[in-house]
């Protein structure tokens, strides 16, 4: 029988311990890979669960909002929020008319160079050169000779050299479903943000009539705004967003274009015609 020196034996013992080191090594990088993996579809699956539970909130808020709108008596005529309470859940639904907002299949091209300069910050030149391809854009035809408008505010993203960057910030402030507004906008109707446009910029002013407004004063003093920008036209359509606070310090904002006036099809008061939700982070407020 063959002898294994003693230096050869330890060298194997060695070789097969730093063989275990490496074994054990391996699996923990894989057991800790797991957990990882698991606890970030745990906290996938819970924030999905989350954002489910909150646009079904949302959508119940919205909907207790339209049926106190169908017995009032007259309809809001001016940005307004409203809270709501439902299933121990406190929320909060912002009701905008859409003559309060741009409408970007009417709005002419100088309303639409003070958006992208004010809301878009864009310089005077690539705002000038963004709207007369707006313009270009909506004015295009169809077979029939038709133009083709844009069906949605997404469809801003037709335009060249428009970046989604840009549509993020001009969404809240725009619609493409107005109609009859012609090009103007409500000052009654429209947010701080959307004065500041028709403003062309000036803060102060529209946060002034914003805080007229607020404070319930009948006719705000528009003469600083640019007045081939405004009118006082009324519409049976809003947007009606709901805010939804999640656990994470995000929130699901549930918006619903609505026109107040009754869906003979489904037999409700109302018809909505654009559904939409996100997720986002909850604005900081009094930095």
Excluded: C
């Excluded at 797991?34 to 606890?39: A, D, I, P, Q, T």
């Excluded at 805080?211 to 920008?229: E, H, S, V, Y």
């Excluded at 918006?255 to 909850?282: K, M, Y």
């Amino acid at each position: 029988m063959r002898k294994i020196h003693p230096d050869a034996r330890r060298h194997q013992q060695g070789i097969a311990l730093i063989a275990v080191l490496w074994i054990v090594a391996a699996l923990s990088i894989i057991v800790t890979g797991v957990v990882h993996s698991v606890r970030s579809e745990v906290r996938l699956i819970n924030h999905t669960r989350q954002a489910v539970e909150g646009v079904a909130l949302g959508e119940a808020a919205i909907a207790l909002v339209l049926q106190d709108f169908s017995v009032r008596p007259q309809r809001p005529t001016q940005l307004m929020q409203i809270d709501v309470a439902y299933l121990g859940h406190a929320m909060q639904v912002e009701i905008i008319p859409l003559s309060g907002l741009i409408d970007i299949n009417s709005a002419p091209a100088p309303l639409l160079t003070s958006l992208y300069i004010v809301a878009g910050a864009k310089d005077a030149a690539a705002a000038v050169a963004l709207a007369e391809a707006t313009v270009q854009v909506r004015s295009e035809r169809d077979a029939r000779g038709r133009e083709k408008g844009f069906e949605a505010a997404q469809d801003l993203l037709r335009v060249p050299g428009f970046t989604f960057d840009l549509y993020a910030r001009l969404s809240p402030l725009i619609t493409a479903e107005a109609q009859g507004a012609g090009g103007k906008v409500n000052p009654q109707a429209a947010s701080k943000e959307v004065l500041a446009v028709l403003a062309q910029g000036n803060l102060a002013l529209a946060n002034d009539l914003a805080a007229q407004r607020a404070n319930g004063t009948a006719d705000i003093d528009t003469t600083g705004l640019n007045a081939p920008f405004i009118g006082n036209l009324a519409s049976s359509r809003y947007k009606l967003q709901a805010r939804v606070a999640l656990a994470d310090g995000m929130q699901v904002v549930v918006s619903r274009s609505i026109d107040l006036r009754p869906d003979s099809r489904s037999g409700l008061p109302w018809r909505i015609f654009n559904a939409e939700h996100w997720t986002q982070a909850v604005p900081v407020t009094g930095v």
